[in-house]
């Protein structure tokens, strides 16, 4: 069992930058892939980032790709996203996901916190 709170969301100019913090209670965090979603009004619920369990690996939407970076800290059981030269089209709920496939495939979902960038 693993609840995620997603913290930092607010309002930007274009071209700035925020920080998402996704605080995580439960055991085995170290193991979940941990993850970044993002909703706008009418649109569909869409991939950000993603970040391995060793942190070896982090992914990242096309979109986002440069500007965005996602790093995980297991000893505080926190993944953030540092978020640079912010668009307008950032504009979304952003969404903390933990996902893993074993025992069994799940997923644990944030909250969501608002993501306002402002042109």
């Known amino acids: 069992q693993v609840q995620l709170v997603e913290s930092g969301g607010g309002l930007v100019q274009a071209g700035g930058s925020l920080r998402l913090s996704c605080a995580a209670s439960?055991?085995?965090?170290?193991?979940?892939?941990m993850g970044w979603f993002r909703q706008a009004p009418g649109k569909e619920r869409e991939f950000v980032a993603a970040?391995?369990?060793?942190?070896?690996?982090?992914y990242y939407a096309d979109s986002v790709k440069g500007r965005f970076t996602t790093s995980r800290d297991n000893a505080k059981n926190t993944v953030y996203l540092q978020m640079n030269s912010l668009k307008p089209e950032d504009t979304a709920v952003y969404y903390c996901?933990?996902?893993?496939?074993?025992?069994?495939?799940?997923?644990?979902w944030g909250q969501g916190t608002q993501v306002t960038v402002s042109s």
């Open positions: 970040i391995k369990w060793s942190a070896a690996s982090a």
């Open positions: 439960g055991r085995a965090f170290s193991t979940y892939t």
């Open positions: 996901n933990g996902h893993r496939t074993a025992p069994w495939p799940h997923d644990y």
